[in-house]
């Protein structure tokens, strides 16, 4: 079974920073992707931001829009941990924040992960 632990979510202020963990664990085989997803009461989980992993290509990165310019996304592939630096907060990225992992375990065929959510309030 492949295990995601979050942490680092909280309460930040308008223009506040805050970074969420994310740390995967099982019998991993290889990681294709990591990343964060967010919903916010009353609408869609949407995606925040990931990161791919390709032999062909090699890392590549996705923002929302919405976000681009004030969060970051970091892996760390020998703890297999993703990081999400969030700076310039605002109210509007008050949400539950989902980590979700795609992976290979030993044995099994590709699948995608979802840890338990950290809410994430933005106070103005």
């Known amino acids: 079974q492949v295990r995601l632990v979050e942490s680092g979510g909280g309460l930040a202020q308008t223009g506040g920073s805050l970074r969420l963990s994310c740390a995967a664990s099982?019998?991993?085989?290889?990681?294709?992707?990591m990343g964060w997803y967010r919903q916010a009461p009353g609408k869609q989980r949407e995606l925040v931001a990931r990161?791919?992993?390709?032999?062909?290509?090699?890392?590549?990165?996705n923002y929302a829009d919405s976000v681009k310019g004030r969060f970051t996304i970091s892996r760390d592939n020998a703890k297999n941990t993703v990081h999400l630096q969030m700076n310039s907060l605002k109210p509007e990225d008050t949400a539950v924040y989902y980590c979700?992992?795609?992976?290979?375990?030993?044995?099994?065929?590709?699948?995608?992960?979802w840890g338990q959510g950290t809410q994430v309030t933005v106070s103005s």
């Open positions: 099982g019998s991993i085989v290889s990681i294709h992707a």
């Open positions: 979700n992992v795609v992976a290979t375990r030993t044995g099994w065929a590709r699948d995608a992960y």
């Open positions: 990161i791919i992993s390709s032999s062909l290509t090699g890392s590549s990165t």
